[in-house]
């Protein structure tokens, strides 16, 4: 039996259950892999480190803001445009150039290089997520929407476990180049079976007439939704404490611990695999069934968990052995990702109609300056600072610090509840 269920599918004008499951499924692995390339750097941030003679703030950047700037840049007008033309297309041409900027990271020799690359990787990553979201949305109503997003949302635990295990493997049998070259070519091809097997969904609204909304008008109106708005800076600072300490938990453990980057990648992968994806198909389920009774659970579900996995989190990296440390781990990897589905599900709702893919990309663009951007390299800059006095500790301490997001993410998600309406008044904006 499949561990991932795609939910069933109620009238959608122009769709059939089959298809909207298949291209949900697609969509699932084109994700799967967007955050394969994105999450193999951490596995091998040590080798790389000691080949190009790197500073741990220097791969914060490469890991963080060097990533995460041109992402959250090049994610709104790609966003404006999915609103107007072809999803499939831009999801396809997104793939194919991450894809092939992924196996150029191996052809690099410095670190200027090494960045350019992996801004490359940034720019094509951005177009996938909007584009996806927004088809989803014409897809599965609400009452489905959350489950479905969490479907597609468990490409991110997929691709990490794809990502470190693979990333570890290739490394310790060959190099961190061969690594890059072999996770990046897959998805060349994949870009051409999304292009030819994909189908474009009916928008809704497109039986009115409806145009998407300019950038102006789509900025001016989310700004006025402060739910919206409290679910996006809650989802970016809990992003902050969380992508900070995935992209550093392979280093720490290979530092501080002593293993290779085999055993990291395959105890964090496990980890992070199996747990994100529990975590995430039971925060959507959830928060479907409880949120038809009261749509604030979209949001309280979040803060509850987040809340719960704060302290179990900070524990892990004060850990005295690596499978105490690993251990620990394992209760904070279902509680961080089950915010998505439910998160994602409520602002594809809150959004008008004619301006869901750009909120969508605002929210990855917010996430990813707040969260992939700042927390690595913040995380990175604390612990050279810290280094000097507290040795490879240093690195796990920083981490420490930086689950202040986590506490400040429950507060603006409690917020957010109270600010959505318990019924299902407010459906069906344009």
């Not at 041109?70 to 790609?78: H, K, R, T």
């Not at 302290?311 to 004060?318: D, G, H, K, V």
């Not at 008008?352 to 909120?359: S, T, Y």
Request: glycine share 12%; aromatic share 10%; hydrophobic share 55%.
């Amino acid at each position: 039996m499949s561990l991932i269920k795609t939910p069933a599918v109620p009238d959608i004008p122009g769709t059939s259950t089959g298809y909207a499951r298949y291209a949900l499924g697609l969509l699932l692995v084109v994700y799967t892999l967007n955050y394969v390339d994105r999450q193999i750097l951490s596995i091998l941030m040590e080798p790389i480190r000691r080949e190009l003679h790197l500073t741990d703030s220097q791969l914060g950047l490469l890991s963080g803001l060097g990533f995460a700037l041109f992402y959250a840049v090049a994610g709104l007008p790609i966003a404006r445009l999915a609103d107007t033309a072809s999803r499939k297309g831009i999801i396809a041409g997104s793939l194919a150039l991450w894809s092939a900027a992924t196996a150029v990271c191996g052809l690099t020799s410095n670190f200027a290089q090494l960045l350019v690359a992996r801004a490359t990787v940034a720019i094509g990553e951005s177009g996938a997520a909007p584009a996806s979201h927004s088809m989803i949305a014409d897809l599965f109503p609400h009452g489905k929407r959350a489950t479905a997003l969490a479907v597609l949302s468990c490409g991110v635990p997929i691709g990490i476990l794809v990502g470190l295990i693979a990333g570890g493997w290739l490394n310790q049998m060959f190099d961190w180049r061969t690594a890059f070259v072999v996770v990046g070519l897959p998805g060349v091809a994949l870009a051409i079976v999304v292009l030819l097997t994909l189908k474009e969904p009916i928008r809704l609204g497109a039986a009115e007439g409806l145009v998407a909304l300019s950038w102006r008008e789509a900025m001016a109106t989310l700004f006025k939704i402060p739910a919206y708005n409290f679910l996006v800076i809650g989802a970016a600072l809990h992003a902050f404490t969380s992508y900070g300490a995935l992209q550093w938990n392979p280093a720490f453990m290979i530092r501080v611990h002593g293993l290779t980057t085999g055993q990291a990648g395959l105890a964090l992968g496990l980890i992070s695999g199996v747990t994100g994806i529990i975590g995430t198909l039971a925060g959507g389920w959830f928060a479907d069934i409880l949120g038809r009774r009261d749509n604030r659970w979209y949001a309280w579900l979040p803060a509850i968990m987040i809340g719960v996995r704060a302290p179990l989190f900070i524990t892990a990296y004060l850990a005295p052995t690596p499978g105490l440390a690993i251990a620990c781990l394992i209760l904070p990897g279902f509680l961080g990702n089950a915010f998505t589905g439910p998160v994602f599900a409520t602002i594809q709702t809150l959004a008008p109609v004619r301006a869901r893919a750009f909120a969508s990309a605002w929210t990855l663009f917010i996430i990813s300056l707040v969260g992939f951007g700042l927390g690595p390299l913040l995380i990175g800059m604390t612990s050279d600072a810290l280094s000097p006095t507290f040795g490879v500790r240093g690195l796990g301490y920083a981490i420490c610090l930086a689950a202040i997001g986590e506490i400040a993410s429950v507060v603006f998600f409690l917020m957010a509840a109270r600010r959505l309406p318990r019924s299902e008044s407010y459906l069906g904006s344009k």
